[in-house]
């Protein structure tokens, strides 16, 4: 079997979850294995009661012997994590996936809604990060004391206006590459503001990688749950795996258009 389907299970235990607003909890998780493998942008896929399939969460941070998922009560699994209590037991395989590349002087990190809990590990590994957080509103602001902490400059945008700058992320992206040298920007949200932001960097000439968020199913690239269209020569394009191939790719090998 190619490595390419290679994933180890732990067993898990849960040694905090907190809640973080109305819909999203920060869940830390004790195993030494998966925080000494895992890499920004990487997963794991995490067995919730009986559910058939795993959910995949991104991986917010590692450090020690403990590692940090912060999700979005979607569903009965999600909600059945969002139960658990310190000393529980999860299933988890991982860590999975292709991750951020943060070397460099200086990263933008760019995210969208719950996918902006990913771009915490990377803004954390970066030899100087700056972050251009964007949420729908006031309430559904997550990790700013924590992106401050790491992050030279962070910048915060609502839809609404309520908190921060009025408008959406890709605006602000622009004002911080017009102002400021960065050796690439990492992005993470919805895909029409990761579309929106791919388009700013091509403008500005700044390489930009994104993380897909896609629904999965095997979460190791056996099967075509997470299949996303990928750029190919002379115009032409192939399916992908987002669980497999990515979550993390260059936007130019993304076709947006779909």
């Known amino acids: 079997m190619s490595d390419k389907f290679m994933a180890d299970i732990y067993k898990c235990m849960v040694f905090a979850c907190v809640r973080l ?8 998780i004790l195993s030494p294995k998966i925080c000494a ?5 990487q997963f794991v896929h ?6 058939l399939l795993r959910r995949p969460i991104s991986i917010c941070d590692a450090d020690g012997d403990t590692f940090r998922i912060v999700f979005e009560v979607r569903g009965e699994g999600t909600r059945w994590l969002s139960e658990r209590k ?32 990913p771009l915490l590990f990377a803004a954390k590994r970066a030899n100087e990060a700056h972050a251009v957080l ?3 509103t006031a309430s559904a602001v997550i990790l700013p004391g924590d992106f401050n902490e790491c992050c030279a400059a962070v910048q915060i945008t609502t839809d609404d206006g309520s908190i921060g700058r009025p408008g959406y992320a890709d605006a602000a992206v622009r004002s911080k590459l017009g102002a400021i040298s960065f050796d690439r920007v990492l992005a993470c949200g919805p895909k029409p503001m990761l579309r929106a932001v791919a388009r700013v960097c091509a403008e500005a000439g700044v390489p930009l990688q994104v993380s897909l968020e896609e629904r999965m199913a095997c979460g ?7 299949a996303c269209k990928l750029e190919g020569p002379e115009g032409s394009w192939h399916y992908g795996h987002v669980c ?15």
């Not at 493998?37 to 942008?41: F, N």
């Not at 000393?87 to 990190?109: A, K, T, W, Y």
């Not at 190791?220 to 997470?226: I, K, Q, R, T």
């Open 21 to 28: 607003n109305k819909t999203c909890y920060d869940m830390r």
């Open 37 to 41: 493998s895992a890499v920004p942008g």
């Open 46 to 51: 995490v067995r919730c009661g009986d559910k």
């Open 86 to 117: 310190m000393g529980d037991v999860l299933d988890v395989l991982g860590p999975l996936g292709r991750g951020f590349d943060v070397s460099g002087e200086r990263i933008l990190v760019a995210g969208g809604g719950i996918g902006v809990p």
């Open 134 to 136: 964007g949420f729908r």
């Open 220 to 226: 190791v690239g056996a099967c075509l749950g997470c």
């Open 244 to 258: 497999s191939d990515g979550p993390v790719f260059n936007a130019e090998e993304v076709v947006w258009d779909d």
